[in-house]
């Protein structure tokens, strides 16, 4: 069963959150073995300036979530029409999650949090831990992640306005 036939039988919102959140962790697991061959690439070189290519790679996978979070938008908008008070309901749980994570991050707690655990489980050193998984650890621990779940169910479950045809439109206003 796809994950695309997931959502739209069960026609449930939390289907369509699952469906999301999985989606854009494949395009961050998928994204891995980029990043190991670039990171280690600049590191058999002693490339220490800013990588163009390590760059051009988030900026190829953050598009890849906007493309994502505007397909599922798209397609499972009569569900949203049908659950838009659920759907108010998730969309102040995302503005909340938002602002908390906004204030953590302004605070530099998260860095820090993140910083602490990594040295605690020896994550950024060579002897104990291999560079793939190190790259692992970075793409889905740093909060890029987390940051793209949350840009994709902003877009998924941001106010959706129902679809109006003109020939309506006229005719619940007598005007042309």
Known sequence: MEVWELASKERSLYNILWCVFFLVLMIFLCSVPVFYIIVS????????????????????RFIAVVIIACIIRTKYRSIFVQHDVQRKGFMNVIIFCICISILLHIGDITPH??????????IFEPETTPLFLTILWEQL???????????ATTIVFFRQSPKKDKFSDVMETGNL
């Open 41 to 60: 690439h600049d590191l058999k070189y002693a490339i220490k300036a800013f990588s163009y290519p390590y760059a051009i790679t988030q900026l190829l």
């Open 113 to 122: 949090l993140y910083g602490v655990i990594s040295a605690m489980l020896r």
């Open 141 to 151: 621990f740093s909060g890029e992640l987390y940051w793209s779940i949350l840009l």
